[in-house]
């Protein structure tokens, strides 16, 4: 279900123009979140976007930095408020109204 | 469908009612036999016999519900889903070009197409094809926070305007520019007219003013994304 509002980090460094997003994996059992571009599909491991995550394979699918699912797959989701809070990542979030 | 499956059960009882009851007997025996083992046998051997009910057509699939078979389901669940939306992309009108998608767009099989200019446009991003992802450049998103490049034409103009601005790039051309991240190589390339405007949150902010840049974003040979910039 789509959010009232949208997390983000800040503006992609690498395509200047899609936002740097927090999602979640669920497939393992603690929640795995990373910061990935909506429009260019870059991959960070945080909110400090220092480290990237980059896929090995040549499925050019971005994938999740833990354990290598795709990030567009069902066990996935944008991160909402609560779970922001819960990877202790809501200091370094922007939240905009949608 | 029990309409269908009536006439398979009643020409079994039909068979049983003409046949000495000692023969009948041992068919039901036989029968009974099949069914108590016919899953044993399929797990021990590996073998596919199939199910009484899935032999008269009255069986309903079942899985077990082990998490192993439930990620699966969703796998495939989350497949059947792409596969949808790419189908819509699939659906889209062709031209009178046969079948070219978009005119342009060459398949190279398993949702791949190619570019004249050599780009392949693959399954990935949110919307599940790339084809779908750009697609949301041809209309603006206002209430989205930063800038949205929006393309103003059809996809296919938007399509030969992406390969246009990669083929420039690549050859260098006036006015071109080529940067080369860790995993992605960013082109931009000017254009003498506009070829869209600024939209999102910033865009509004400014009355959207024309555009007369694209940039393309690839892996590779792949494109992940393009649209117009400032
Ligand atoms: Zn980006
Ligand atoms: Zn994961």
Not at chain 1, 2 to 13: D, G, M
Not at chain 1, 30 to 58: N, Q
Not at chain 2, 23 to 52: D, E, H, K, M
Request: charged letters at 25%.
């Amino acid at each position: 279900m789509a959010l009232p509002y949208l997390i983000y980090v800040r503006a992609c460094p690498i395509c200047k123009e899609g936002l740097c997003r927090v999602r979640v994996c669920t497939a393992s059992h603690h929640l795995v979140g990373c910061v990935i571009c909506d429009e260019c599909e870059s991959v960070w491991t945080d909110p400090d976007m220092e480290t990237r995550s980059i896929e090995k394979d040549d499925t050019y699918t971005a994938s999740c930095p833990e354990c290598g699912l795709s990030l567009w797959d069902e066990a996935c989701h944008w991160a909402d408020i609560q779970e922001v809070c819960l990877l202790g990542w809501y200091d370094k979030v922007k939240v905009a109204r949608t | 469908m029990p309409r269908s499956q009536r006439p398979s059960t009643e020409s079994m009882a039909n068979v049983l009612r003409v046949l000495p009851a000692r023969w009948a007997i041992t068919i039901i025996a036989v029968l009974i036999a099949y069914v108590l083992l016919q899953p044993r046998l399929n797990t021990w051997f590996g073998w596919q016999l199939p199910s009484i009910p899935a032999m008269l057509g009255q069986e309903t699939p079942k899985t077990k519900n082990t998490p192993a078979s439930k990620q699966a389901d969703a796998k495939k669940q989350a497949d059947a889903k792409t596969s949808q939306t790419q189908s819509s992309t699939t659906e889209k009108p062709k031209s009178s070009s046969g079948s070219f998608k978009f005119g342009i767009l060459k398949s190279l099989g398993r949702d791949r197409y190619e570019s004249p200019a050599g780009l392949v446009y693959g399954p990935g991003s949110e919307e599940g094809h790339r084809l779908q992802h750009i697609e949301r450049h041809l209309q603006d998103d206002p209430t989205r926070p930063g800038s949205h490049g929006v393309f103003q034409g059809t996809m296919e103009q938007f399509l030969i305007a992406i390969d246009d601005t990669y083929r420039r790039a690549r050859g260098h051309a006036k006015g071109t520019r080529t940067r080369n991240e860790e995993a992605e190589t960013i082109y931009e390339a000017p254009f003498d007219e506009s070829i869209g405007y600024l939209g999102g949150s910033s865009g509004s902010g400014q009355k959207n003013p024309p555009l007369k840049r694209m940039r393309v974003v690839v892996r590779g040979k792949n494109l992940i994304t393009a649209f117009p910039i400032p």
